[in-house]
Structures are given as structure tokens and as C-alpha cells.
T-cell receptor, first 114, second 113 residues
Framework: AQKVTQAQTEISVVEKEDVTLDCVYE???????LFWYKQPPSGELVFLIRRNSFDEQNEISGRYSWNFQKSTSSFNFTITASQVVDSAVYFCALVAGGGNKLTFGTGTQLKVEL | GAGVSQSPRYKVAKRGQDVALRCDPISGHVSLFWYQQALGQGPEFLTYFQNEAQLDKSGLPSDRFFAERPEGSVSTLKIQRTQQEDSAVYLC???????????FGPGTRLTVT
């Protein structure tokens, strides 16, 4: 069985602060895929990134960066210089076991205030 | 290009009524997924289609839930004899295949009174 844990229920920061959202996953499979999605107040899930289990390289996209560490089964997401528009619920998700369905964590509500 | 669309966006049903939720995937996407999202929770998988074939329906909570995609494009999720616990947002997603990234629609918020 697969499981994704996002221990941080809610995080509040002041604009321009850096913030890291934690994600810990569980799977017995050696081949799996990890994802991050953003869900703004409008409700539509927006795809941010996909990583496969064979590629541990960290990735940076603008103010976003991701740290994938198989040794700790973690796939953490950092927003640098946060902005009010970053306020949303962020979900980490996993596909494993040769299947296709996403297993989501419970999400982290990020509030960025002025 | 057009994204995934869902209709209706909001649906209020009285307990016991049947409802039908529609999903229009991105053109050319062979894979289509339905998820259920309860308030304050992450989406939970319901069912998966590859073209018109329903390959996985392990997440459907009861036999009151039924999904179809007869021509491999538009899909309908039907819930019979709705119950209050069916109140949730129903999300549809599509992808070019799997396990590539899934693109989500805006969801249908179902409220059963």
C-alpha cells in the first residue's frame, strides 16, 4: 500500500519569507512517481512537478525548488521569497505499484500575508 | 488550449435522488480519472479509464456509484440514491497516458440535503 504524509496542516508566513512544505511517502515499490499540486481558493488543482524514483536530482523552477531524498523518503517543496499569490493548499502525491491512480497527502494550507 | 471541463459546477440534490456529473477531458488524452475530495482532505481515487475501458474501479465507495466513458472521450459519473455522505467535490482529471501528470478540472461540488 502507498501512503503520503504531510504533517504540516497550516503554515503562515509573511511575504518575502522562504517556506518549506514537507512530504514523506511510503511505498514498497522501487519504481514510483512523486508529484506536487497547488489548489488555490478557486479549487482547481494545478500540476507543479513530477519526479520519478530513479532521478534524485533536485529541481529549481523560478522561486520553486524541490528536494527529493530517497534515504528519508521525502520530497520537500520550498518557495523562495513567498508572495501573497502563493497562498493555497499544496498537495504531495504518489503513483506506485505499476498503477495509475494518485495517492494524495492531506495537504498543507499556506497563507502568505503582507 | 482548452483544459478539462466539468458540469455542473454545483449540484444540490435531495437525499435519494440520482445525479449525473459530466467530464470533458483534454482532447487527445486517453486516460481519465475521477476523484472525490471531502472538505479539508486530499482527493481520493474513485475510478480510471483508458479510452473507453474502465480499468480500475476499486475506489468506488458503493454500488450506487457508476462511471462510464462510452466513446473514449466524455465521461459521466452517476450516483444513485444519493446519501448525505456523498456530499463532496468530485474531480475529473485526464492525462496523455500514465503515470504522467494528470490535469484536473474545476470539480463539481455536490451537496446532498
Amino acid at each position: 500500500a502507498q501512503k503520503v504524509t504531510q504533517a504540516q496542516t497550516e503554515i503562515s508566513v509573511v511575504e518575502k519569507e522562504d517556506v518549506t512544505l514537507d512530504c514523506v511517502y511510503e511505498t514498497r515499490d522501487t519504481t514510483y512517481y512523486l508529484f506536487w499540486y497547488k489548489q488555490p481558493p478557486s479549487g482547481e488543482l494545478v500540476f507543479l512537478i513530477r519526479r520519478n524514483s530513479f532521478d534524485e536530482q533536485n529541481e529549481i523552477s523560478g522561486r520553486y525548488s524541490w528536494n527529493f531524498q530517497k534515504s528519508t523518503s521525502s520530497f520537500n517543496f520550498t518557495i523562495t521569497a513567498s508572495q501573497v499569490v502563493d497562498s493555497a493548499v499544496y498537495f504531495c502525491a504518489l503513483v506506485a505499484g505499476g498503477g495509475n491512480k494518485l495517492t494524495f497527502g492531506t495537504g498543507t494550507q499556506l497563507k502568505v500575508e503582507l | 488550449g482548452a483544459g478539462v471541463s466539468q458540469s455542473p459546477r454545483y449540484k444540490v440534490a435531495k437525499r435519494g435522488q440520482d445525479v449525473a456529473l459530466r467530464c470533458d477531458p483534454i482532447s487527445g488524452h486517453v486516460s481519465l480519472f475521477w476523484y472525490q475530495q471531502a472538505l479539508g482532505q486530499g482527493p481520493e481515487f474513485l475510478t480510471y479509464f483508458q479510452n473507453e475501458a474502465q480499468l480500475d474501479k476499486s475506489g468506488l465507495p458503493s454500488d450506487r456509484f457508476f462511471a462510464e466513458r462510452p466513446e473514449g472521450s466524455v465521461s459521466t459519473l452517476k450516483i444513485q440514491r444519493t446519501q448525505q455522505e456523498d456530499s463532496a467535490v468530485y474531480l475529473c482529471a485526464s492525462s496523455l497516458g500514465s503515470p504522467v501528470e494528470q490535469y484536473f478540472g474545476p470539480g463539481t461540488r455536490l451537496t446532498v440535503t
